[in-house]
């Protein structure tokens, strides 16, 4: 039966999330080893931090030559939050204006010094990390919310202004931001908008191709692209701004976001559902698109290891907010603007759930802490296999029926080998249901490359197999360039190789990263 939500429930903290203290992985160049270093490129020399020393301030230039990673100053950029990419970069800039990125680019290109562009650093395919000695430009110092207009609900805000800055700058003004996730208090806006971030919210507001009206982006020669228009509707000419939507900083720096914004719900209802197989979780999303339709905001699902984790390993202390046990759990979310028109819906919605026996129990948030307290049982799964040892992430899409189906199989292969529960620990799957997103997950031994590589090619392969796709919403980085070949046609690597090498004709932006052989 339904309950409403009594215990007493911690308040999910928001704010930047935490690595975990352990061993450094091993230098990405020592893992991916058909990926060399190109001689294109030139060492970094004091002249040239004596340049950048020029354009920036002292304390925004980081120059560590140390060799030992554990006490390199750089080390936090140079590694991403799951420790799974290393670079070994000698220098990190943080510039605070357009112009600062523009002399810097143009400098790079000319005496060929490649380039990362890096945000907040929680991107999972390692492509804000180096793969060698690239320059890192963060973006955390351009911080500035531009313009916000009450009307349109257009925003315009430097690349760096972290998502839930940028949220909580607009709710006093009754807006809220189109996409939410799990790292949203440390995710910026240009990383967001760099790897075309999906996130709890896409069914609901579409991903950022539609969202984002235009975009200020640094060419690798230094030209200022000012396409930071905020009109809802714009048809001239090609719509340059959306080859930069997802181009993983291949093609250029965002330095600016013009983002379209919803008006921030009235009335926000969550609840948890228990439910004994992946065909019910289905079942409850499909009556949730018929009894909930234009108010569903969001419908998330994981399996019942994903669940006993995040309770071992993060919320200790909480209860589980269902107390029978269950195959599957989904989170279901509704945005709208009246109350009690929304909750006569989800109320006919749980109790045609209950009737059908679709789901046989469940909870109800009751107020907004609630809500908070049952969001972090789903979003915190990523840090609780981060905390557990090694962790591989997949974000694999595909057709919904087929979603579980995939962690079945893993689990499946590695058993019948004997590998399931001694290599391969902690195997879990969640993800959107709304948006055919998996993201599977597992522990191996410490950085064991040899197990990290099986699964890769078979989790992959499985992916390519059932017409799906490698990666949903995290991108392809360095992670997944080695399978580019496998998923996209040789026509449609031609053209990304065109056009990279149109507008980048040296290669200095994110190389080896995204699109295979561009150098
Ligand atoms: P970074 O990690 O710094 O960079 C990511 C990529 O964008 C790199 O290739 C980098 O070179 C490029 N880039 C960054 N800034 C710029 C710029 N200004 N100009 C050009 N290129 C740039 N992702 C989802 O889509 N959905 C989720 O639900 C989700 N949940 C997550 C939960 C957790 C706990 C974590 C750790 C990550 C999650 N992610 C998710 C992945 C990640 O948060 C997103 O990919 C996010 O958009 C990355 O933003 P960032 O600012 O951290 O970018």
Same mark, same amino acid.
């Given at each position: 039966?339904?309950?409403?939500c009594?215990q007493s429930l911690r308040l999910f903290h928001t704010s930047r999330i935490v690595r975990a203290q352990?061993?450094?992985?091993?230098?990405?160049?020592?893992?991916?080893?058909?990926?060399?270093?190109?001689?294109?490129?030139?060492?970094?020399?004091?002249?040239?931090?004596?340049?950048?020393?020029?354009? !920036?301030?002292? *304390?925004?230039?980081?120059?560590? =030559?140390?060799?030992?990673?554990?006490?390199?100053?750089?080390?936090p950029?140079?590694?991403?939050f799951f420790?799974?990419?290393?670079?070994?970069?000698?220098?990190?800039?943080?510039?605070?204006?357009?112009?600062?990125?523009?002399?810097?680019?143009?400098?790079?290109?000319?005496?060929?010094? @490649?380039?990362?562009?890096?945000g907040g650093n929680t991107?999972v395919?390692?492509?804000?990390?180096?793969?060698?000695?690239?320059?890192?430009?963060?973006?955390s110092?351009?911080n500035?919310?531009?313009?916000?207009?009450?009307?349109? &609900?257009?925003?315009?805000?430097?690349?760096?202004v972290v998502l839930e800055n940028l949220d909580n700058y607009l709710a006093?003004?009754?807006?809220t931001v189109?996409l939410d996730l799990g790292a949203k208090g440390s995710c910026q806006?240009?990383g967001n908008?760099?790897?075309?971030a999906?996130g709890l919210r896409? +069914?609901?507001?579409?991903?950022?191709?539609?969202?984002?009206?235009?975009?200020?982006?640094?060419?690798?020669?230094?030209?200022?692209?000012?396409?930071?228009?905020?009109?809802?509707?714009?048809?001239?000419?090609? #719509?340059?701004?959306?080859?930069?939507?997802?181009?993983?900083?291949?093609?250029?720096?965002?330095?600016?976001?013009?983002?379209?914004?919803?008006?921030k719900?009235?009335?926000v209802?969550i609840?948890m559902?228990?439910?004994?197989?992946? #065909?019910?979780?289905?079942?409850?999303?499909?009556?949730?698109?018929?009894?909930?339709?234009?108010?569903?905001?969001a419908?998330e699902?994981w399996?019942?290891?994903s669940m006993?984790l995040v309770k071992r390993v993060m919320l200790q202390d909480s209860p589980y907010p269902?107390?029978?046990?269950?195959?599957?759990?989904?989170l279901?979310e509704?945005?709208?603007?009246?109350?009690?028109?929304?909750?006569?819906?989800?109320?006919?919605?749980?109790?045609?759930?209950?009737?059908?026996?679709?789901?046989? #129990?469940?909870?109800?948030a009751q107020d907004a802490k609630q809500t908070n307290a049952l969001w972090q049982w789903r979003e915190r799964i990523p840090e609780a296999i981060v905390k557990s &040892?090694?962790a591989?992430?997949? #974000?694999?899409?595909? /057709?919904?029926?087929?979603?579980?189906?995939?962690?079945?199989?893993?689990?499946?292969?590695?058993?019948?080998? $004997?590998?399931? /529960?001694?290599?391969?620990?902690?195997?879990?799957?969640f993800?959107?249901?709304?948006?055919?997103?998996?993201?599977?997950?597992?522990?191996? %031994?410490?950085?064991?490359?040899?197990?990290?590589?099986?699964?890769?090619?078979?989790?992959?392969?499985?992916?390519?197999?059932? *017409?799906?796709?490698?990666?949903?919403?995290?991108?392809? $980085?360095? @992670?997944?360039?080695?399978? +580019?070949?496998?998923?996209?046609?040789?026509?449609?690597?031609?053209? +990304?190789?065109? !056009?990279?090498?149109?507008?980048?004709?040296?290669?200095?932006?994110?190389?080896?990263?995204?699109? %295979? =052989?561009?150098?």
């Amino acid at each position: 039966m339904f309950r409403n939500c009594r215990q007493s429930l911690r308040l999910f903290h928001t704010s930047r999330i935490v690595r975990a203290q352990k061993s450094l992985t091993p230098l990405t160049s020592d893992k991916i080893t058909n990926i060399k270093r190109s001689d294109k490129f030139k060492q970094l020399e004091h002249s040239d931090i004596d340049y950048f020393q020029t354009i !920036l301030t002292t *304390n925004n230039v980081i120059h560590d =030559g140390e060799a030992n990673p554990e006490i390199s100053s750089l080390t936090p950029y140079n590694t991403d939050f799951f420790n799974l990419h290393r670079g070994s970069s000698k220098l990190c800039l943080f510039p605070t204006e357009t112009t600062q990125i523009s002399k810097i680019l143009k400098y790079c290109n000319e005496k060929k010094l @490649a380039v990362v562009p890096q945000g907040g650093n929680t991107g999972v395919s390692g492509g804000q990390n180096p793969m060698f000695d690239e320059i890192i430009v963060n973006t955390s110092k351009m911080n500035k919310i531009r313009s916000f207009d009450p009307i349109s &609900g257009v925003a315009v805000a430097d690349a760096g202004v972290v998502l839930e800055n940028l949220d909580n700058y607009l709710a006093p003004l009754g807006y809220t931001v189109p996409l939410d996730l799990g790292a949203k208090g440390s995710c910026q806006i240009g990383g967001n908008v760099s790897t075309n971030a999906g996130g709890l919210r896409l +069914m609901r507001f579409g991903n950022l191709h539609g969202n984002v009206l235009g975009l200020e982006v640094v060419l690798p020669d230094g030209t200022i692209l000012d396409n930071l228009s905020t009109l809802r509707k714009d048809n001239t000419g090609y #719509d340059l701004k959306q080859l930069f939507i997802g181009a993983e900083g291949t093609l250029g720096l965002v330095t600016g976001v013009s983002l379209l914004t919803p008006r921030k719900p009235k009335a926000v209802n969550i609840a948890m559902l228990a439910l004994d197989s992946f #065909d019910a979780v289905q079942k409850a999303f499909v009556m949730a698109k018929e009894d909930l339709s234009e108010i569903l905001s969001a419908f998330e699902f994981w399996d019942r290891e994903s669940m006993e984790l995040v309770k071992r390993v993060m919320l200790q202390d909480s209860p589980y907010p269902i107390e029978a046990k269950s195959s599957f759990y989904a989170l279901l979310e509704t945005q709208g603007s009246r109350q009690e028109h929304d909750q006569e819906k989800i109320d006919a919605y749980l109790t045609r759930l209950m009737e059908t026996d679709v789901a046989h #129990d469940g909870v109800m948030a009751q107020d907004a802490k609630q809500t908070n307290a049952l969001w972090q049982w789903r979003e915190r799964i990523p840090e609780a296999i981060v905390k557990s &040892g090694t962790a591989m992430t997949y #974000d694999v899409a595909m /057709d919904v029926q087929l979603l579980y189906k995939m962690v079945e199989d893993v689990k499946q292969h590695y058993g019948e080998r $004997g590998l399931l /529960d001694t290599t391969y620990t902690n195997v879990i799957g969640f993800g959107h249901v709304g948006d055919g997103n998996l993201h599977i997950m597992a522990n191996i %031994p410490d950085h064991d490359r040899k197990a990290q590589k099986d699964m890769d090619s078979y989790v992959y392969d499985w992916a390519i197999k059932h *017409n799906g796709s490698i990666t949903a919403e995290h991108g392809i $980085g360095v @992670a997944k360039v080695n399978y +580019m070949t496998r998923c996209k046609t040789e026509a449609q690597i031609h053209l +990304m190789q065109t !056009l990279k090498k149109a507008i980048d004709p040296n290669g200095i932006m994110n190389p080896y990263k995204a699109v %295979p =052989g561009t150098l």
